[in-house]
């Protein structure tokens, strides 16, 4: 069973960086598309950014677009990253690492099938 694991987050305040990780455990994810999606107390899990199997396609949320960039490394084990600058505090919620089920990019929760624990990004005011 793959398995993805994911961190790098933390506290920030208004205006700060942080750069999000995940490690997936099998190289045949290299084939599939990855994304992360985020969810805030309350609130349902939504897409935040996503990459095609080769890194050649990217989509992001209008929310982060231009704020985050989401990046992968296929060589050894596929890795995914999430870089987020310029960060707010309505980007406060969990980050979730995701694998699509096929090699295209898509921004439905219901196409992804494996996801990590999740890492805590906490932005204050």
């Known amino acids: 069973q793959v398995q993805l694991v994911e961190s790098g987050g933390g506290l920030v305040q208004a205006g700060g960086s942080l750069r999000l990780s995940c490690v997936v455990s099998?190289?045949?994810?290299?084939?599939?598309?990855m994304a992360w999606f985020r969810q805030a107390p309350g609130k349902e899990r939504e897409f935040a950014a996503g990459?095609?199997?080769?890194?050649?396609?990217?989509?992001y949320a209008d929310s982060v677009k231009g704020r985050f960039t989401i990046s992968r490394d296929n060589a050894k084990n596929t890795a995914v990253y999430l870089q987020m600058n310029s960060l707010k505090p309505e980007d406060t919620a969990i980050y979730y690492c995701?694998?699509?089920?096929?090699?295209?990019?898509?921004?439905?929760?219901?196409?992804?099938?494996?996801w990590g624990q999740g890492t805590q990004v906490t932005v204050s005011s």
């Open positions: 995701a694998r699509g089920r096929r090699s295209g990019l898509t921004i439905t929760l219901n196409d992804y099938d494996s």
């Open positions: 099998e190289r045949t994810v290299s084939n599939s598309a």
């Open positions: 990459i095609n199997w080769n890194g050649a396609v990217t989509y």
